[in-house]
């Protein structure tokens, strides 16, 4: 309000005592102060809002000191911050200027204000926060980012000075660039698709990204973005990326999982990654038909270059055979070092079984050649185990314990070769150390049983026979097949008193059976190579006979063909003495040797069982037809007995029939079972199904 002494009234002025009032009742706070700045008015609304009253202020110094400096026609505004009576404090927004009197003299100051306090506040906040924001993205020790997100349009508009640390880049440089330029073209990022999309659908998102700074080196973003709305909160504007850079965590978890997966001394997979390797080489095996390859390798006298070169020459010459057998191997497959001086290759997608032998040769070639330790020339061989999925087996524990008996029969055989895995090498979750001892315990804890197969007639579609099958009820591992264990009882000698407890039980349950009325069967026992070789072998069976009460006449032994064929003489001996006792001889697994018919009629021999291998494949296989039909019309026109073995299908059962075949055993007509079960299938003569 300026103060204007020469102003002359306009209109007619009000009466003075509704100015008076007018001024009195205003809404706006109204002081009027001497020269001096003390108070000798103040209206309601100044009452009302300072919480005083009138009486309280007179005399008061009132005004800021420097709006006493004002002169005449001169006017000062601002806010200011006040105390009410209660102490409290409120803002006034002010305009003060100076009252004359006629002749120009100040005689007052006026003060006209207005409670600002409420917006003064809020205004303050909105201020402060925008400080604080400002100061928060300046300081972050994240890099912040913000860029456009209009269609096309990405660019970078703002980047904070942890931006340009970490990734070495001025704002300069990158403001108006759009924002994916720190992934450069490492585009194989499995996680940027997360981003592609957070962005496209404007939404928050987050990844762990590989990305590379100002002078290419690489560093680990762990990238958060969040869309940014305009005021109406519906369209995104802006995204806010923040940057952090965890480089050194995941190193660090790298690192650890290096170590938990790789060899210390070769730099290797070890045994964990191994597992998982070939885990995942059989999941793709299995899907594309293909073949997975496990060969072991362990060096050979390894422990001499230990010994006389000491342990520092050892780690050379193990990390020199890890580089060479890297080397023979492609980017696909897998080297571990298991521990010591053993090696395990992973061979996937092979097409051939063959081919793994050309690999090995491969590796064993590429260790011929003398290592150089310490300027000195040191040769090496290793012996190589092999085992195959799916050939034999799937799983990855399997297949290392295979490839190692396989290896550990190279070992037994001079070493420095190679060998793939047969099943007559295996004995499952039995250690070659404790075998021995096991197997021992198990005969005598009564851990072995008897299992038996039916014999059929094919004219008569009844059961005739029945062959004697040994089982290992194992405590803890359960029930293992003959196959996993025979050839180490062979080995062993213990084929002995487990061959002879079979030839006594089977004995046992023959007279047990004939003593329930299931009368005339023939029962059939394997024999092995070791003992069909003892001096005593006839006493022993008739001692049998005699104290089970067995009808030797129902009684078959068993015997294969390579046998029968190691020394002609005194298996002629063997033969006729056992044959004395009244039993009969069938020679098992016929065709597999090299025996001709002619040279076996020779030999004392009631029966042959035609193998397995030739039966397969009969009923789809011409050339397999014709050789089962000529073995079994020569058989008879020897006046010998024959039984087609293996017989799994209808097919073969009928093809066998026309063939004049006279007896069969297999899946078709029945699997081996106990005892009981035998009997009650012979009671019913549950079979004959062709
Ligand atoms: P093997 O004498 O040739 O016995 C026949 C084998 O073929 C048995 O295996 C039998 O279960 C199996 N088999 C029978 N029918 C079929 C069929 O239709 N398809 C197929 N794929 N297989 C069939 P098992 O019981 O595992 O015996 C394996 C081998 O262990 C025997 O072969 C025999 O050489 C040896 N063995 C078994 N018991 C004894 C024994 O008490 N003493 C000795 N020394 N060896 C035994
Ligand atoms: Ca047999
Ligand atoms: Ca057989």
């Known amino acids: 309000m300026n103060a204007d002494k020469s102003a002359p009234p306009i209109g007619s002025p009000p009466p003075w005592d509704v100015l008076a009032l007018s001024v009195q009742q205003s809404p706006f706070l109204v002081v009027i102060t001497n020269e001096e700045g003390h108070l000798q008015y103040c209206n309601e609304s100044y009452c009302r809002t300072s919480g005083y009253i009138l009486e309280e202020l007179l005399g008061t110094a009132n005004l800021l000191d420097h709006v006493l400096t004002l002169t005449a026609g001169e006017q000062w505004q601002g806010d200011v911050l006040s105390l009410r009576k209660d102490r409290s404090e409120y803002w006034v927004r002010q305009i003060v200027s100076p009252l004359c009197d006629a002749e120009g003299r100040i005689t007052h100051l006026v003060s006209l204000g207005q409670d600002i306090t409420h917006s003064k506040v809020r205004m303050e906040d909105a201020e402060q926060a925008l400080l604080l924001r400002e100061q928060a993205l300046v300081s972050s020790s994240n890099g912040i980012m913000i860029t456009r997100s209009d269609e096309n349009d990405h660019s970078i508009v703002y980047v904070n ?26 585009l194989a990022q499995p996680d940027l698709e997360e981003i592609r999309v957070a962005l496209r659908e404007k939404r928050e998102g987050q990844a762990l990204l590989r990305n590379y700074r100002k002078d290419g080196t690489q560093f680990w973003n ?14 995104t504007t802006h995204f806010v990326s923040v940057i952090n850079d965890v480089s050194e965590r995941v190193n660090y978890q790298k690192e650890l999982e290096y170590q938990a997966t790789h060899d210390s001394l070769t730099g290797l997979a070890n045994r964990n990654l191994l597992n998982d390797r070939i885990t995942q080489a059989i999941a793709w095996a299995n899907r ?28 050379q010459m193990l990390k020199q055979v890890a580089q060479r057998l890297s080397s023979c191997i492609r980017d696909t497959d897998t080297v571990a070092r298991l521990g010591g001086d053993e090696f395990v290759i992973v061979l996937t997608d092979l097409p051939e079984t063959g081919d793994v032998d050309l690999i090995a040769e491969k590796v064993l070639g590429s ?4 290592f150089d330790i310490d300027g000195q020339d040191v040769f090496v061989t290793a012996s190589v185990g092999i085992s195959m999925y799916p050939r034999d087996g799937d799983h990855g524990e399997i297949l290392l314990r295979y490839a190692d008996m396989a290896m550990y029969r190279v070992k037994e055989h001079g070493r420095n070769s190679v060998r793939q895995f047969m099943p007559e090498m295996g004995v499952t979750a ?17 851990e072995f049983k008897l299992h038996y197969q039916p014999k059929i007639e094919l004219a008569t579609q009844r059961i005739v026979g029945v062959e004697a099958l040994v089982r290992w009820q194992h405590p803890q591992i359960g029930l293992i097949h003959p196959i996993e264990f025979i ?12 061959g002879e ?17 299931l009368d005339g069967l023939r029962v059939a026992i394997n024999m092995s190579p070791r003992q069909f070789r003892q001096e005593d072998l006839a006493e022993r069976v008739a001692a049998v006979f005699a104290q089970t009460g067995a009808d030797p006449a129902c009684v078959t032994l068993e015997l294969t063909e390579s046998m029968v064929m190691q020394d002609v003489n005194s298996t002629l001996v063997a ?12 020679l098992d697994d016929f065709g597999t040797g090299y025996s001709s018919l002619s040279y076996l009629r020779r030999f004392p021999i009631d029966e042959l069982k035609i193998d397995k291998s030739f039966i397969n494949d009969i009923h789809e296989n011409a050339d397999d037809a014709a050789i089962a039909s000529a073995i079994i019309a020569m058989a008879i026109s020897l006046g010998l007995g024959v039984v087609a073995e293996g017989v799994e299908r209808k097919e073969q059962a009928e093809l066998l029939m026309k063939m004049g075949c006279p007896q069969v055993q297999g899946y078709y007509f029945g699997r081996p079972m106990d005892a009981a079960a035998f009997a009650s299938c012979l009671r019913e003569q549950r079979v004959g199904r062709v």
Not at 511 to 516: E, F, L, R, T
């Open 161 to 186: 000075p942890a931006f340009e640390r970490i990734t070495g880049y001025s704002a300069n440089e990158v403001i108006g660039r759009e924002g994916r330029f720190l992934v450069r073209d490492d």
């Open 222 to 235: 762990e990238l958060h973005i969040a869309p940014v709305k305009d005021s109406s909160g519906l369209a």
């Open 288 to 315: 594309q038909k293909l073949t997975v390859g496990v060969m072991l390798l362990d060096l050979d006298h390894f422990k001499l270059v230990n010994d006389a070169s000491g342990h520092g020459a050892g780690d």
């Open 367 to 370: 260790l011929a050649r003398p």
């Open 430 to 446: 039995i250690s070659r150390m404790n075998m021995e001892g096991s197997m021992r315990r198990g005969l005598e804890r009564g």
């Open 487 to 498: 050839p180490l009882a062979e080995e062993s000698g213990l084929i002995l008193p487990l």
């Open 501 to 517: 407890w079979v030839l006594a039980e089977a004995c046992r349950q023959q007279v047990a059976w004939k003593d329930q009325g």
């Open 575 to 586: 033969l006729r003495t056992l044959k004395n006792l009244g039993l009969t001889i069938s």
